[in-house]
């Protein structure tokens, strides 16, 4: 059975840094184009940035752009969302999803297109 598990999320103080990791389990990740999305109560779910299962493409939201870095290590069959200078505004669950892409550089941000999904962690930022 696929599982995706997310980890490394909790409160932290405007301008930190948090480390998200995403751990895959009964299927290898290294075929698998990863995303991570967050939603903060009442919004919509947001596509925060993906990387395709050759690690070759990676996309960001704007919002995000310059200070998370999403990046994939096949040996641990983990992907990891590095988030820098954090504001209140990333405040979110955040989820990890995982898709076999139609070719190995393809990277999405659209939430429909994977069919993988985390439970979820909780990332806030707060003073």
């Known amino acids: 059975q696929l599982q995706l598990v997310e980890s490394g999320g909790g409160l932290v103080q405007p301008g930190g840094s948090l480390r998200l990791s995403c751990a895959a389990s009964?299927?290898?990740?290294?075929?698998?184009?990863i995303g991570w999305f967050r939603q903060a109560p009442g919004k919509e779910r947001e596509g925060v940035s993906c990387?395709?299962?050759?690690?070759?493409?990676?996309n960001y939201a704007d919002s995000v752009k310059g200070r998370f870095t999403i990046s994939r290590d096949n040996a641990k069959n983990t992907v990891y969302l590095q988030m820098n200078s954090l504001k209140p505004e990333d405040t979110a669950i955040y989820y990890c999803?995982?898709?076999?892409?139609?070719?190995?550089?393809?990277?999405?941000?659209?939430?429909?297109?994977?069919?993988?999904w985390g439970q979820g962690t909780q990332v806030t930022v707060s003073s």
């Open positions: 990387i395709s299962s050759s690690g070759g493409t990676t």
């Open positions: 999803a995982a898709e076999l892409p139609a070719v190995r550089a393809m990277c999405v941000k659209t939430g429909s297109w994977y069919n993988n």
């Open positions: 009964g299927f290898t990740l290294d075929y698998y184009a």
